[in-house]
């Protein structure tokens, strides 16, 4: 009889406790306090950006590769370039900052978001997105869970993977032997700088005729036109290894100017065939991103 009616007693004070929540719950989601229960993921794809039109086909391709791999996420841009930005601005087109993109997912209510940096080295760029998404993640209210991946060359495996990919995709079939490669790299102030020159012994241990050179670091052109006058190469396919074939591949790689490298292996006999394709045109490239992507997803769940 006792412990039926402390048991009754007890139904009680449980169903009022939950009545209670429930009263809270809803209250407070009136007053829009409530946590965050559903799951809203979204994809943020990072790159520099570009203001060249046909180069828009590497973002293209890997936007419709990243939407088929993850149907129900939404997908976005940020460019990290203020300069391609504004210019793009004033034709009328917006694109966001990284941090304004996530001011945005944030303000649109997705609590979990994989941000991908679509850069070929952790350079500057890729440093600050980092350090700032962390911030945003900091931020109370805001996102539950925030992921950022690598760029394209952080290891000695992707820096093997990713020359494999140019030589059996990129590189024209009808190059003959004691025809050379020439990879245009960017190039930068930055320490990571270092990795084209790693990539530069690990595409000559591939292929002896595969040369590295960038525009903005080491190793230089000089060093490789240098090379190829000593191999006596007399054609070399020209191939930029960036994420777009923009503004670099058009003029400082392929253009018509003295100072391209296509007219400065002219000036030393050299004949060169430009290929312009931006590595984002290339689905096993873009694979390589989406494989990290799929890691940080993972990580979301
Ligand atoms: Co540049």
Redesign the pocket.
Known sequence: MRVGRLLNKAVVVIMAALISVCLQTSDSRAHGHHKKQETKPAILLVT?GTSIERAQKSFANIDKRVKAAFPNVEVRWAYTSKIIRDKLARQGEQIDSPEMALARLMDDGYNRVAVQSLHMIPGAEFHEINANARLFARMAGGFDQLQVSMPLLINDEALGQALKIVKNQVVPKERKAGEAVVLMG?GTHHPSDAIYSALMYKAQKMDSNFFVGT??GHPTFEEIRDALVEKKVKKVYLIPFMTVAG??AMNDMAGDEPDSWKSQLAAVGIQSVPVMKGLGEVDAIDDLWIERLKAAMAHLK
């Open positions: 520099f960017h525009v903005e503004d670099h």
